[in-house]
């Protein structure tokens, strides 16, 4: 039984947290699972991470952003992603198309034609089957993110952060419009939640969503 999750949100929603956590409950419950991320994931595209996350790459174009995007998603599909699911695996992805729709779409406001069109090619026809969305305010996020880098002296991925507030609430309000397009796909969670309910209820929602789908053909 193959499946594709991906979790989406803002700076600082806790993404990558929460991922970690349902991974370790998954696995506890016996399923085979892999963790992933975007950008990154592999090698090759781990060394596109560093440049399109480090705050001295501050004016890097947009249209030069969206394309080493696509080009780390096209590797990644390729060397985890894909290898994952054939293996029957369930692949657990930190940000997958759906965030270059949000921060390259209505965060940079690129063409949105453009980017179904790299998603399309990068994606290679694998698309999420779940997608959960963790949302809080911009200002909470970003408080996070910074808080997070203060305390372990790292900025080396802070590039996003430093972005201006309207571009992240563009961002914000480019998820929940694609929340709103494809309900049967996203599940909308609540960030400001304790870290240990969001965790039961990311759980509860993923246990019900396999045990829905455990007899598709």
Not at 9 to 16: A, Q, Y
Not at 26 to 43: D, Q
Not at 47 to 63: D, E, G, V, W
Request: with cysteine; aromatic share 6%; charged share 25%.
């Amino acid at each position: 039984m193959s499946f594709f999750i991906t979790f989406e949100g803002i700076e600082g929603s806790g993404k990558s947290t929460q991922i970690t956590l349902l991974r370790d409950a998954l696995k506890k419950s016996g399923y085979p699972v892999v963790e992933t991320r975007e950008p990154g994931g592999c090698p090759i595209a781990d060394q596109i991470r560093s440049i399109l996350l480090h705050p001295k790459n501050s004016n890097i174009n947009a249209t030069t952003e969206l394309l080493l995007y696509a080009a780390a998603r096209a590797q990644h599909v390729n060397d985890v992603i894909r290898p994952s699911l054939e293996q029957e695996r369930l692949v657990l992805c930190d940000r997958y198309t759906d965030a270059t729709y949000a921060y390259q779409g209505d965060g940079r406001n690129l063409d949105a034609k453009l980017i179904r069109q790299l998603n399309l090619v990068a994606a290679q026809g694998i698309f999420p089957d779940l997608t959960i969305l963790i949302d809080l305010p911009v200002e909470t996020g970003l408080g996070r993110a910074l808080s997070r880098e203060a305390t372990l002296q790292d900025d080396s991925e802070g590039r996003f952060e430093r972005e201006t507030i309207d571009f992240h609430k563009r961002v914000r309000d480019g998820y929940l419009n694609l929340a709103k397009q494809e309900p049967s796909r996203f599940v909308l969670v609540d960030g400001a939640l304790a870290i240990e309910d969001l965790a039961v209820k990311i759980l509860q929602v993923t246990l019900n969503f396999l045990e829905t789908r455990a007899d598709r053909p």
